[in-house]
C-alpha cells in the first residue's frame, strides 16, 4: 500500500495510520446509511457477546499501546472499545452525518479507532506522538480534554485527533462533502489490506466515494 499524499512521522511504536480520501459530494441515500448502521451494529452483536470484547486482539492490542502512550486504557478507552461496549449492550449507532456514520462503522468492523477529518481543517505534515504537559483540545463531547499521555496526531496547527475523543477543530460539519479518514491500527493484529477492504465494501454500501489510501507506520 502507498504512503498517503502527506508526510506523516511516527514517534509512538507498534502503530500503523491507514488514511483515506473520502467524498460524498453526489447525494447520499439516507435510507442507504441507516442500513449501514444497522447493520454494522447487528454484525458486530453477531460476533461478540459483551464478555468477549476485552479479549480480542485488537482490542487487547490498542490497550497495550495506550498503557505505552501513558494513558490507562481502563480510565480512557479507545473510542472503538466504548463505541463497541454501548452497541454490544444494545444500542444503536447514531444518525450523525454520513462520513461520521461510515467512521463509526469501520470502527466497530475493525475494533479500532477511526477518525473523519473534513476538508481543509488540518495542515500536514502529521506527527503521531504521545501528549505533552499542558497540551489539551476542545473535544466532540464537550469541554477542554487533557491530551497529556495520550496517544496524539498534531498538524501544523497542534493537536488534530487522540483515538479517545475528536476535536472540534476538525470535526465534520452538516455541509462537508469531503474528508480524510485515519484508521489507528495496532501493527501486526490489524492487516492494512483488511482496513482497506471493510472500508471500500462499507463506503459503496453507503453511496461514499473512497478517492485513494495510504498507510504510514513507524
Known sequence: MQRPPFPVRHELA???????????????????????????????????APAELTAQPAVAALRRLFRAAGTDPTRYR???EA??????KGGELPAIHPLVDLNNALSLALLCPCCVMRAGSFSPPFTWRAGRAGESYES???????LAGRPLLVDEIGPADTPITGTT????EPETTAAT?????????????DAEAALTDLA???????????????
Do not use: K
Open 83 to 88: 463505541l463497541a461496549r454501548r452497541v454490544l
Open 14 to 48: 507498534g502503530w500503523q495510520l491507514f488514511w483515506a480520501g473520502l467524498e460524498s459530494s453526489r447525494p447520499v441515500a439516507p435510507a442507504a446509511v441507516a442500513r449501514l448502521r444497522a447493520e454494522a451494529a447487528a454484525a458486530l452483536r453477531a460476533r461478540l
Open 78 to 80: 479507545p473510542a472503538s
Open 204 to 218: 459503496g454500501r453507503a453511496g461514499i466515494d473512497v478517492g485513494w489510501t495510504g498507510l504510514s507506520r513507524g
Open 181 to 193: 479518514l485515519v484508521a489507528y491500527l495496532p501493527d501486526g493484529v490489524v492487516e492494512p489490506a
Open 140 to 146: 466532540l463531547r464537550g469541554g477542554d480534554f487533557g
Open 169 to 172: 477543530r476538525v470535526g465534520i
